[in-house]
């Protein structure tokens, strides 16, 4: 695993996660339904349960400092991220009928 410092760290752009079904107006509202999620305790938890990461931000600056360097923090953004595009957002075209 490569690790960096803060001032050479590539800036994350959560944007490019964005579902290809996606229309670019729905990024706000995108945006909301990922913000809602991380915000969930439940939803974190059942995030957790099926993916088997547990990762928490570090509860010190060093600690936090250490989970940047090393990328742990974006990694599990993007994880929910697009454990969120399945299970919440969907397809754009909602649920097929059976």
Known sequence: ??????STREPFDITTLLPDDTPEYML?????????????ERILEQFRQ??????????TVFGRMIDEACGIDKDFICEFVLWVNVNLWGPIDGPKAS
């Open 28 to 40: 706000p509202t995108w945006l909301g339904c990922i913000s809602y999620a991380i915000s969930q």
């Open 50 to 59: 099926e993916t088997g990461n547990r990762w928490k931000p570090a509860s």
């Open 1 to 6: 695993m490569t690790t960096a410092d803060s």
